[in-house]
């Protein structure tokens, strides 16, 4: 079964805007972690934000900031006021805690363009 | 080292070779993982040292995929008898354990 969803192969925003990048997720752990990367042609995994399972308050990192609705199993990225350099792949990953591991695991990714 | 570093960054090897793919985690991160991306999808997760060991290596998907990290820093992926199939973006990222991972740049390997 898969893990991450992310159901939006290609988005597009006007520069500016806001948009939202859909995650949903699967895990019977009630501690888990969610994270989102940025990778850009240049093929480098950016690190943007991470959300603890047992964080209230949803994160936020500067222009970006994570929806995390625990009852949905969602965890949807926020792109506020988007820029031209925010074109790129988006990756959600989870982190599940069992027997100790900790890898990533990750979805399929969502292409974002900005329109000037 | 600043980053994970990641050698060499492109190779090309021909159906049936045998290849080397290097990862120079951060200093003092415990934790180093592989990852296969394909073109167009996620990363794929191979396998996870904590320390020397394998932790998790249920990602390897045949026997023809070994990875090693002999003295807990240094990791090597090492690829037998490749095939057209195994070309892909092999991501290398190292963790404290307490959160984030840094990845490397990635090798581009193809086969043809």
């Known amino acids: 079964a898969q893990k991450i969803t992310q159901t939006q192969p290609g988005m597009f925003v006007q520069e500016k805007e806001a948009v939202t990048l859909d995650c949903t997720y699967d895990t019977s752990d009630q501690s888990y972690g969610l994270f989102w990367y940025k990778q850009p042609s240049s093929g480098e995994m950016i690190f943007l934000i991470y959300q603890g399972s047992y964080d209230e308050q949803n994160a936020t990192e500067g222009r970006y900031s994570l929806n995390f609705q625990k009852a949905r199993k969602s965890a949807n990225l926020v792109i506020s006021a988007s820029q031209l350099g925010d074109s790129a792949m988006y990756f959600c990953?989870?982190?599940?805690?069992?027997?100790?591991?900790?890898?990533?695991?990750f979805g399929a990714g969502t292409r974002l363009a900005v329109h000037p | 080292g600043a980053g994970v570093s990641q050698t060499p960054s492109n190779k090309v090897t021909e159906k049936g070779k045998y290849v080397e793919l290097r990862c120079d985690p951060i200093?003092?991160?415990?934790?180093l993982y592989w990852y296969r991306q394909s073109l167009g999808q996620g990363p794929e997760f191979l396998i996870y040292f904590q320390g020397t060991g394998a932790a998790d290596d249920s990602g390897l998907p045949n026997d023809r995929f070994f990875a090693v990290r002999p003295e807990g820093s240094v990791s090597t992926l090492k690829i037998q008898r490749t095939e057209r199939g195994d070309s892909a973006v092999y991501l290398c990222a190292s963790g404290s354990g307490k959160g984030g991972y840094t990845f490397g740049s990635g090798t581009r390997l193809t086969v043809v």
């Open positions: 200093s003092g991160h415990t934790a």
């Open positions: 990953a989870m982190r599940e805690f069992e027997g100790g591991y900790n890898k990533l695991i």
